[in-house]
């Protein structure tokens, strides 16, 4: 169903998702987030149809990202890091947005998450990431669920391979004319992909599922990565699909050379597992 292209306002229709059995994650039962400061006096800029902001932590090259819905300004933030919690709040509170959700991509092993402290700052807001991530969150997702924040809502597409519990979130063409997002996590990286040598990581499992699950998007999907160490921003799953140095090799070329990596581990690991097992609840963190 992913691969047709559906506006994001169609693919939160309540026929539409009656017909794909998927289950509708619902915050509505939540009280407000708070009371913001909103920007009345200017209309925050839309990409693609939607308010869109690329933010980036440089400790961890981490990207976090805000997207909201242009009419209600309900707002979501995607892998936020603890360190950047109040950066990542005047950002939504200068555009008049209203924080309603956190979501994380995996269990980061690199930084420690900020949805615990932006819970804590903005009572109301509600944290989700995938059961399979065996993190703690307000809400357990799975694959196919639908993730509404005001008309848009955003697919959950599980992605392991990177962690057991990795899980990308793709927002359809939010207006005519306009690409789809995909927030892949360390799943699908510019010209790479997550190592896969901890935490359930399987290097065979992740070939398969950025190839039947990724790749299977429309073309022009932006590609939107939890991290670039180059100073890259995004690409799209046409460009990736083809020039991926990693991923355009056969399946088993592809185990043997992540096999191969040797890659140091993550700085940050010993503290960030345990605190984001916790949902990052208990900061701050030594
Ligand atoms: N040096 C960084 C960690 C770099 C790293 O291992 N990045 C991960 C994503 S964060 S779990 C990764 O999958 N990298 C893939 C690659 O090919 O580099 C630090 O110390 O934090
Ligand atoms: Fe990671």
New binding site residues.
């Given amino acids: 169903m992913l691969a047709s292209r559906p506006t994001a306002r169609a693919a939160a229709a309540p026929a539409a998702r009656a017909r794909r059995a998927v289950r509708v994650v619902s915050f509505a039962q939540q009280p407000a987030a708070t009371a913001v400061a909103a920007n009345k006096a200017s209309k925050p800029a839309l990409t693609n149809g939607v308010i869109f902001r690329q933010l980036f932590d440089g400790a ?3 990207y976090t990202y805000l997207l909201a819905d242009p009419l209600s300004l309900e707002a979501v933030l995607i892998d936020p890091v603890l360190e950047q919690a109040e950066r990542d709040l005047e950002v939504v509170d200068g555009l008049g947005l209203n924080l309603v959700l956190t979501l994380n991509t ?1 269990c ?4 420690i998450t900020g949805s615990g402290k932006l819970k804590a700052l903005r009572p109301g807001v509600r944290s989700a990431i995938a059961a399979a991530s065996g993190a703690a969150g307000d809400v357990q997702l799975r694959d196919g669920d639908s993730v509404p924040f005001g008309a848009l809502a955003l697919a959950c597409i599980a992605t392991p391979g ?2 057991s519990g990795c899980m990308s979130f793709y927002l359809p063409p939010a207006a005519p004319g306009a690409a789809g997002l995909v927030f892949t996590g ?1 799943a699908l ?1 510019i010209r ?5 040598d901890f ?1 359930g990581g399987d290097a065979a499992g992740l070939y398969d599922t950025v190839h039947a699950r990724l790749f299977s998007l429309p073309d022009d999907t932006l590609v939107l990565p ?2 670039d ?1 180059r100073g890259r921003t995004a690409s799209s799953i046409a460009e990736e699909r083809a020039l991926n140095p ?1 991923l355009t090799k056969g399946r088993g070329e592809f185990v043997a050379l992540m096999a191969g ?1 040797g ?7 010993d503290r960030a597992l345990p605190a984001n097992l916790e949902d990052g609840a208990r900061f701050p963190y030594e």
């Fill in positions: 961890s090259s981490t995996h980061h092993a690199d930084h990177h962690t360390d990286l790479g992909c997550g190592r896969t935490q939890g991290h160490y990693r990596l890659l140091p581990y993550p700085k940050q690991i």
